[in-house]
């Protein structure tokens, strides 16, 4: 059975900084993409980050650039979100997915490109 579980979410002031893990169980991942998905309250889930397998490709929401580092070392079976300067706005609960090759026409920047997922961590970020 796979297994994605997710940790490192909390409780930070605005600017501060989280490091978001997920290790990935219960399969071989060779080849899989993963990516972070966000959802608030009363919104929507959106993509946050996506990464190939190599770590060659990478993807981020607009929201996010030049804030947040996915990453994944492959030997851990583990990818991560390292999620610097936070404001309010990036309060939810964060969700990492993995994807089978090939991947699909969204290139991981969907949820429907993914198939499987974790239960979540949540990350509020306090003014």
């Known amino acids: 059975q796979v297994q994605l579980v997710e940790s490192g979410g909390g409780l930070v002031q605005a600017g501060g900084s989280l490091r978001l893990s997920c290790v990935a169980s219960?399969?071989?991942?060779?080849?899989?993409?993963m990516g972070w998905f966000r959802q608030a309250p009363g919104k929507e889930r959106e993509f946050v980050a996506a990464?190939?397998?190599?770590?060659?490709?990478?993807y981020y929401a607009d929201s996010v650039k030049g804030r947040f580092t996915i990453s994944r070392d492959n030997a851990k079976n583990t990818v991560y979100l390292q999620m610097n300067n936070l404001n309010p706005e990036d309060t939810a609960a964060y969700y990492c997915?993995?994807?089978?090759?090939?991947?699909?026409?969204?290139?991981?920047?969907?949820?429907?490109?993914?198939?499987?997922w974790g239960q979540g961590t949540q990350v509020t970020v306090s003014s």
């Open positions: 997915a993995a994807a089978k090759p090939p991947y699909g026409s969204s290139w991981l920047r969907s949820g429907n490109d993914y198939d499987y």
């Open positions: 990464i190939n397998w190599s770590g060659s490709v990478i």
């Open positions: 219960g399969r071989t991942f060779i080849g899989y993409g």
